[in-house]
């Protein structure tokens, strides 16, 4: 399993820019930026990567910590560690909001493995879910993509975009081949490690930089 954590530090977040839930502007405080990189074929398979970040007021930092399998035993170590992580949020960083973009997918791939392998771990009992991109449809009555998404907050992504259908078939060769991992060169991993990277920390710059998206759609306007 190839675990990576990391810190980032922000700077002074302007609260009239924050996405307003549940009429409150300081939920991302309390809230879990979350994606995954999966394989389904037909039905889902693993989990490829779990990727999460939280904020921490305390000294401004976005904290990241993501999960890497690396054969097929670890498609199962990564669903309880995924379940431990949570759990800890709860109960240790008082998380009870998970933010996502267009998430229903990776609900639906977690929630099918957690039931598969027997793990009782109910989302709905202890997060509320904000997702993005139906706050973008719901406020602007019109659909988008996180990437065009991420231009208009102005966010500049680092590294390349990584295709998921490639990312697809890269899982679905190391759950099939104990070696695959060994073979692939160090690059590779490290472009997928950071593209999940990039999206669970721009679901934080996003959702704290919310108000941008109106002020734009105002002069669009004129």
């Known amino acids: 399993m190839i675990i990576r954590e ?21 939920c991302y405080e309390s809230a879990l ?24 007021k305390l000294d401004s930092s976005i ?3 993501q999960y890497m399998i690396e054969n097929k035993n ?34 639906t791939v977690i929630k099918y493995l957690f039931n ?7 989302f709905d009992e202890h997060f509320v879910h904000v997702d993005l991109q139906r706050e973008y449809e719901k406020q602007f009555k019109n659909n988008i993509g996180l990437k ?23 899982f679905s060769k190391v759950v099939k081949d104990k070696d695959y991992i060994k073979r692939m060169p160090e690059d590779k991993i490290e472009r997928i490690l950071l593209y999940n990277e990039q999206d669970v920390i721009n679901l934080f710059h996003i959702y704290t930089n919310w108000g941008n998206l109106s002020k734009q759609n105002e002069d669009s306007e004129i």
């Open 148 to 170: 065009n998404l991420e231009k208009l907050i102005g966010i500049e992504r680092e590294g390349e975009v990584v295709n998921g259908a490639n990312l697809a078939k890269t």
């Open 74 to 107: 670890e498609a199962v170590d990564v669903l309880f560690m995924a379940e431990s992580y949570f759990q800890f949020m709860m109960k240790n960083k008082n998380k009870h909001y998970i933010v996502t973009f267009s998430g229903n997918n990776d609900f």
């Open 116 to 122: 598969k392998y027997n793990i009782d771990f109910n």
């Open 33 to 56: 930026f979350f994606d995954l990189e999966h394989y389904v074929y037909k039905k889902p398979i693993c989990i490829g990567v779990f990727g999460c970040c939280y904020y921490d």
């Open 6 to 26: 990391n810190t980032f530090y922000v700077d002074d977040i302007n609260l009239d820019n924050v996405l307003d839930i549940e009429d409150k502007k300081d």
């Open 63 to 65: 904290n990241v910590t």
